[in-house]
């Protein structure tokens, strides 16, 4: 299948990464490089990407399939199939390394190193190069060696202890926030350090871990602990210094209401006719409503209930109160707002015949940067990449 060719408009066209990562977290960090125009050539091992297996659920097409896990974050890159182990693929490995701008890994701390690939030899051989390595609990301290996944950082991070239900057990955040986050955070680690290097001539190495990411992520709840003292515990979708703010039950669902500030809060009560609400001194500042929470509570969920969805919407939106539905993810794709923009891309795929993924989730001169690949199958570019190195597959494999 002929794919496009790489846009030069791009700000990463030109740049190529070689990405040594599987699961999650660096796929999605390389995933956003190639929305940016880098060429990514995804080096995978026989078996493929541990994801590839990460079923059910599969898009299947006739006797083909893929993981919907490993479609989600996979576009805009190629796939070469390179068993490490063997010398002539450690070679073509190397090859391709020679001619990169960015390697990215996120096996254990050492691993590549032990294969002549780490930071250290690289460096030397390569001084233009931005390595970034990506693990569980980074490159040194008494946990370098543990293997890092997603539900170990979130409950690690504390970030399940202040997560939930008051008086339920511990909740996991429904997605890999620990995972995505991180490699979030590596890509803006590798940007900037390529833009150093046009000023210095020289790579950086860049390191991210899972457990340091989830901390990160805390912001207002870690300082709750490191400069009021409080340990937060879990308030379900309450936020614990302002109200209301969260999520309320109405007559056919639930909304979001973000009432900010006591301007907010006496709009909402004129939009909704919630004139006892609103004339009562306990709730005029938010302090106020903080301290009375459960009582407001008492109050307005019933009042709430008379309401539907729409209506709420309508209104509030009128008054210019943030508020929003709480969606299942049909819901989403099925939002005017979400079709309008774009967000659901349907690109021709080697296998599938064809596969929707997600867009890129900025754009820049009111442009969104296309997916230019579908995630490829699993050693569908081996071929195509060694023949730019001017190997043959059988020189290599």
Not at 45 to 64: M, N
Not at 83 to 95: M, P, T, V, W
Not at 132 to 159: T, W
Not at 342 to 353: F, K, M, N, Q, R
Request: proline content about 8%; overall charge negative; charged content about 20%.
């Amino acid at each position: 299948m002929t794919q496009p060719p790489l846009p030069s408009d791009l700000p990463l066209s030109g740049v190529r990464v070689i990405d040594f990562t599987r699961v999650l977290t660096g796929p999605y960090c390389t995933m956003l490089l190639g929305d940016l125009g880098a060429d990514v050539i995804k080096i995978e091992p026989p078996g493929g990407d541990d994801t590839r297996a990460w079923g059910p659920p599969y898009q299947r097409a006739g006797e083909a399939r893929e993981s919907t896990y490993f479609l989600s974050v996979n576009r805009n890159k190629r796939s070469v199939v390179l068993d490490l182990k063997e010398e002539r693929d450690l070679r073509a490995a190397r090859a391709l390394i020679s001619g990169a701008d960015v390697l990215v890994e996120n096996y254990r701390p050492g691993t590549l190193g032990r294969l002549g690939l780490g930071w250290e030899a690289l460096h030397a051989e390569f001084p233009r190069l931005v390595y970034a390595a990506i693990s569980g609990f980074g490159q040194e301290g008494p946990y370098r060696d543990r293997a890092g996944y997603d539900v170990i950082a979130q409950g690690m991070g504390g970030l399940m202890s202040y997560n939930g239900e008051e008086g339920r057990p511990p909740v996991r955040v429904g997605v890999a926030v620990a995972d995505v986050f991180a490699g979030s955070l590596t890509t803006q680690a590798i940007l900037a350090a390529l833009f150093q290097r046009e000023r210095t001539g020289v790579g950086r190495r860049v390191d991210v871990n899972l457990l340091e990411g989830i901390i990160s992520l805390g912001t207002s709840q870690i300082s709750r602990y490191l400069n009021g003292g409080q340990i937060p515990g879990p308030q379900g979708n309450d936020h614990p210094s302002i109200v209301p703010y969260g999520t309320f039950p109405c007559a056919d669902g639930m909304v979001n209401v973000a009432a900010g500030n006591d301007s907010l809060w006496r709009r909402f009560c004129e939009a909704l006719e919630f004139d006892s609400l609103g004339s009562n001194p306990q709730y005029a500042t938010n302090e106020g409503r903080v301290h009375a929470r459960e009582a407001l509570n008492a109050e307005m969920y019933p009042a709430l209930g008379r309401y539907t969805r729409a209506e709420i919407m309508r209104r509030l939106d009128a008054a210019g109160v943030p508020c929003g539905p709480v969606n299942n993810v049909r819901e989403v794709f099925e939002d005017p707002h979400v079709r309008d923009q774009g967000i659901a891309v349907t690109v021709p795929h080697a296998a599938l015949g064809e596969t929707t993924v997600t867009a890129p989730p900025w754009s820049m001169d009111g442009q969104r940067p296309a997916v230019r690949r579908a995630p490829p199958t699993l050693g569908q570019h081996t071929d195509e990449v060694l023949a730019e190195l001017g190997l043959t597959p059988k020189e290599t494999l």
